[in-house]
Structures are given as structure tokens and as C-alpha cells.
């Protein structure tokens, strides 16, 4: 890839916004043990898990060596130094609800450049690149909701989370095919730091599926046990 920048130079960079989001996320993990009113290891495990856990899917995915967060020595404590900041520093939930979306959103945008453009540089295609542009953002947060016996929120149920991992991916894949990373990097983070801004403020979905139709037969079970309730009898 060529452009404004050297593929040295770009690869430094993304490794920088790498640990930005690693750094963003463990914070955000922290942040749920203490909902959680989990102890002092569970901070640091459930922001490890957030911080680390998108970025080591995507790595042995690629299965380019083992995954990036065991092999660079700043990853493993840029992950535990967000989550004991949620330890040490107390939150209000005025000053959670101002910060999350910004965070949220910047933790996005940054691991989904970084997924693209890791997937690109080991010689992959576009369609490869949105897929662990995407897992990079949300892989993280979905094995942390999972851990807390829940429904992982990139599913559904929230303001354009994977959607916009997309957008930033496929920004970052576009320019990138245009010979112009740089610019694929700065739009990308720009678009998916407003996209994901605009859609928790105004509470923009995708649409859900539709409701579940009951069986005939369940339907009947139903309809007796409402009968057997009145103290009807069988026809």
C-alpha cells in the first residue's frame, strides 16, 4: 500500500491506534466489573478480556504467528492500566453516560482500521477485511458479555455498534484500493466516531426480525390450559 505515509509508517501508526483501543476498552471493561461489584482481579480480567480479546480473534484468524497481544510487550499492561483506572477513580453515572459514547465510539473506529488494514497487509481481499475490521471492534465486548452470562449487545438491542465497525472498515478498504491509506484512516476514524455519535443520540437501529409465530400445536396447549384454568371442560 502506498499514499501519503510508508507502509512502516502506516503499520506504526495502527499499531499506536491498536493500543489506544486496547487501552479505551480495558477502561470500558473496568468500568462494567465495577457495575458488576466484581473485586480487583475481576477488573483486571474483565479488562483484559475487552481490551484483548477482538485483537487476538483477528490474530489467529489471520494465523500470521502468535497473536500480537502476547509477543508486544505494551499490551498486557496497557490493558491492565484502563481497567485499574476504573478501579482507582470513582465514576458517576452523569460522568459515565458523557463519557461512553465518545470512548465507545473511538474504540470502534480505531479497531476497525486496524483490523482492515492487518488483514490487507497479510495479503487477503476486501471482503476478509471488512469481516475482521469488524470482529476487531466488537470481538472484545462480546466475549466480555458472554463472560457475564449475557446476550452479547453487538447482536441487537443498540445504537449501530457492528454497523459501524462495517462503515469504518469499508472506508478504510476503499482508500485503501485508491492507494491512499492515510486517507483511509483519518476518514474512517472521522465517519465512525460521528456515525456511531448521531445514531446513540437520536437511537438509530437496524431493524429486529419478526416476532416468533406459535406452532398449531402450541397454540392448542395453550388454549386448554386457559380452559383447564376456568374450570372448563374438554369438547
Known sequence: ???????????????????????????????????????????????????????IIRDTLLQHGTPVALTDAAYLPTAFAGALIAFLIKFSEEQWDRLFTPLDAAVISFWAVVGAQKTLAAGLGWLPALLLGTITAVGGSAVRDLLRGRVPAVLGGNALYATVAVAVAGVFV??????????????????????????????????????????TALRGVRARTRRGSRGEREP
Open 174 to 215: 476503499l482508500c485503501s484500493y485508491l492507494e491512499a491509506p492515510t486517507v483511509g484512516i483519518v476518514a474512517g476514524i472521522l465517519l465512525g466516531f460521528v456515525l456511531r455519535t448521531i445514531a446513540h443520540r437520536r437511537g438509530w437501529r437496524l431493524p429486529e426480525g419478526l416476532p416468533l409465530e406459535p406452532s
Open 1 to 55: 500500500m502506498s499514499g501519503w505515509l510508508s507502509p512502516d509508517t502506516i503499520n506504526t501508526i495502527t499499531r499506536y491506534l491498536d493500543l489506544a483501543g486496547v487501552f479505551t476498552c480495558g477502561l470500558l471493561g473496568g468500568v462494567v466489573a465495577r457495575a458488576e461489584g466484581l473485586d480487583l482481579f475481576g477488573y483486571l480480567v474483565v479488562g483484559t478480556i475487552s481490551g484483548l480479546g477482538g485483537g
